[in-house]
Nanobody
Framework: QVQLVESGGGLVQAGGSLRLSCTASTRIFGINAMNWYRQAPGKQREFVATITSGGSTNYADSVKGRFTISRDYAKNTVYLQMNSLKLEDTAVYYC?????????WGQGTQVTVSS
């Protein structure tokens, strides 16, 4: 089972940018889909973005046009570029891998957007 480690979170002002990374312990080539989710305090975990094995991407309406998901096979890493950050983007961001054997989650990285 693949293991995932997120990084890149931190404190940023509204309107700023961050890039999150999710590095896998194995090759990500062939993984059905790699996803980003987030969970804000007191709220349920919600979908943010996905990239499939075929390269298709999809985003939550709340982040469309601001966030971009991408991958680097050579580094076994998936990225989430977050621009024009808003206060409501504050959350713990989790990476998720969907394989035939099931889903795997990372430990999460905190993103805090300040005014």
């Amino acid at each position: 089972q693949v293991q995932l480690v997120e990084s890149g979170g931190g404190l940023v002002q509204a309107g700023g940018s961050l890039r999150l990374s999710c590095t896998a312990s194995t090759r990500i080539f062939g993984i059905n889909a790699m996803n980003w989710y987030r969970q804000a305090p007191g709220k349920q975990r919600e979908f943010v973005a996905t990239i499939t094995s075929g390269g298709s991407t999809n985003y939550a309406d709340s982040v469309k046009g601001r966030f971009t998901i991408s991958r680097d096979y050579a580094k076994n890493t998936v990225y989430l570029q977050m621009n024009s950050l808003k206060l409501e983007d504050t959350a713990v961001y989790y990476c998720n891998a969907v394989q035939e054997s099931g889903r795997t989650w990372g430990q999460g990285t905190q993103v805090t957007v300040s005014s």
